[in-house]
């Protein structure tokens, strides 16, 4: 039997028949797409707390405070530290109207992008399946 599978497969080897190539196995393509694009989301917040600062908490951030005298520190004269003490002429001056400083763009848009982060995370905890609110 053994010299049977020796001839049939000496007989298979001799005889080149042509074979086509295989297409391979179709494999669903799996895309990792954001529910909330990033880049919007983030200038959307920024963009947000930019117009609030402005238009909103400006002129409560620009009230003058009715303290006494008798509140705060005192000097009895000129020392060198009171010259360091003088603010730098870019943090106070704009040409905004209202008076919407570097100072105030700067603290306005980091509250901005940090509500925009805690957005994408909160979106993304959702996605994960997880409930960010667990008592809702």
Not at 13 to 26: D, E, I, Q, S, V
Not at 33 to 38: D, I, K, P, S, V
Request: some cysteine; overall charge positive.
């Amino acid at each position: 039997m053994a010299a049977a599978l020796c001839n049939k497969v000496s007989l298979r080897t001799g005889a080149a028949r042509p074979t086509l190539a295989r297409k391979p196995a179709r494999v669903a393509v799996v895309k990792t797409r954001a529910a909330l694009e990033a880049p919007f989301i983030i200038s959307a917040s920024t963009a947000a707390f930019l117009s609030i600062g402005r238009f909103v908490f400006l002129p409560y951030q620009r009230r003058e405070a009715n303290f006494d005298a008798t509140v705060g520190p005192k000097t009895t004269g000129t020392t060198f530290f009171d010259d360091l003490q003088k603010d730098a002429s870019f943090t106070t001056s704009s040409k905004d109207p209202a008076g919407f400083t570097i100072i105030d763009v700067f603290g306005w848009g980091a509250l901005g992008h940090a509500v925009g982060y805690a957005i994408l995370a909160i979106s993304s905890l959702h996605d994960a399946g997880v409930n960010p609110w667990p008592a809702v």
